[in-house]
């Protein structure tokens, strides 16, 4: 059973960074797209960042491009997103996706082309 879990959310004051990590397991993810979305009370989930499966292309929203990093270490099955220069716009239940659909695919900004999702992790940026 393919299983995506989120860690390191929580609260951190404006201007301060996270880490996010995404540990996924039932199979091997190394071949295959995987992306970072959120979802803010009584908003859409949206597009925050995607990366391919070797790694060698990322893709940003606008609206985190310069202050986010998206990253993966295959040999751990495991996606992190760094987030620096917090906002509280930031504020949201971050997800994790995973695109099995065809390994080296290209990795989309579309919610729903992802076909394995994580459980969110909360993460919370006061002013």
């Known amino acids: 059973q393919v299983q995506l879990v989120e860690s390191g959310g929580g609260l951190v004051q404006a201007g301060g960074s996270l880490r996010l990590s995404c540990a996924a397991s039932?199979?091997?993810?190394?071949?295959?797209?995987m992306g970072w979305f959120r979802q803010a009370p009584g908003k859409e989930r949206e597009f925050v960042a995607a990366?391919?499966?070797?790694?060698?292309?990322?893709y940003y929203a606008d609206s985190v491009k310069g202050r986010f990093t998206i990253s993966r270490d295959n040999a751990k099955n495991t996606v992190y997103l760094q987030m620096n220069s917090l906002k509280p716009e930031d504020t949201a239940v971050y997800y994790c996706?995973?695109?099995?659909?065809?390994?080296?695919?290209?990795?989309?900004?579309?919610?729903?082309?992802?076909?394995?999702w994580g459980q969110g992790t909360q993460v919370t940026v006061s002013s």
């Open positions: 996706a995973a695109d099995l659909r065809i390994p080296n695919g290209y990795p989309s900004r579309s919610v729903g082309l992802y076909t394995n």
């Open positions: 990366i391919s499966g070797i790694g060698d292309s990322t």
């Open positions: 039932g199979r091997t993810f190394s071949r295959y797209p």
